[in-house]
């Protein structure tokens, strides 16, 4: 028993190394974006909101954006006020959350959407510092 046991856990450190060594080979591949990309990126973040609510933007394109840029989405309902309250922690700002407030039924679904993404994205944009 013991001995199938250390087998085990044997094979699991030979995993591990194997992926570490896989997260670093991806890792060194990485290529810094150019001046002229990071341009691009950032005046798509200027006009994200009017990009966001075309009809030119697929579906699935928001739902990979949503998931690059979001963490963790946490919605708490307030009983007496009827009120919403999101804490939204992006991936690019881990230890920072920030919140805001909404009626429930004041603002429809894909409205509600619309604000989180666009508040996910804003430290994107170049006029946020």
């Known amino acids: 028993?013991?001995?199938?046991?250390?087998?085990r856990w044997n094979a699991k450190l030979e995993e591990l190394?194997?992926?570490k060594k896989t997260f670093e080979n991806i890792a060194g591949q990485r290529q810094a974006l150019t001046r002229?990309?990071?341009?691009?990126?950032?005046?798509?973040g200027a006009s994200f909101r009017e990009v966001w609510e075309s009809e030119a933007c697929p579906i699935e394109l928001k739902k990979k954006i949503v998931q690059t840029v979001i963490e963790e989405i946490v919605v708490d309902?307030?009983?007496?006020?009827q009120t919403l309250h999101f804490v939204i922690q992006t991936r690019r700002a881990r230890r920072c959350t920030s919140s805001f407030i909404g009626k429930v039924g004041a603002i429809p679904h894909s409205r509600w959407t619309n604000r989180v993404a666009a508040w996910a994205v804003r430290p994107m944009s170049p006029t946020s510092s």
């Open 36 to 44: 002229e990309q990071e341009q691009r990126l950032r005046a798509l």
């Open 17 to 19: 190394d194997r992926v």
């Open 77 to 81: 309902l307030d009983e007496a006020s």
């Open 1 to 7: 028993m013991a001995s199938e046991l250390e087998r």
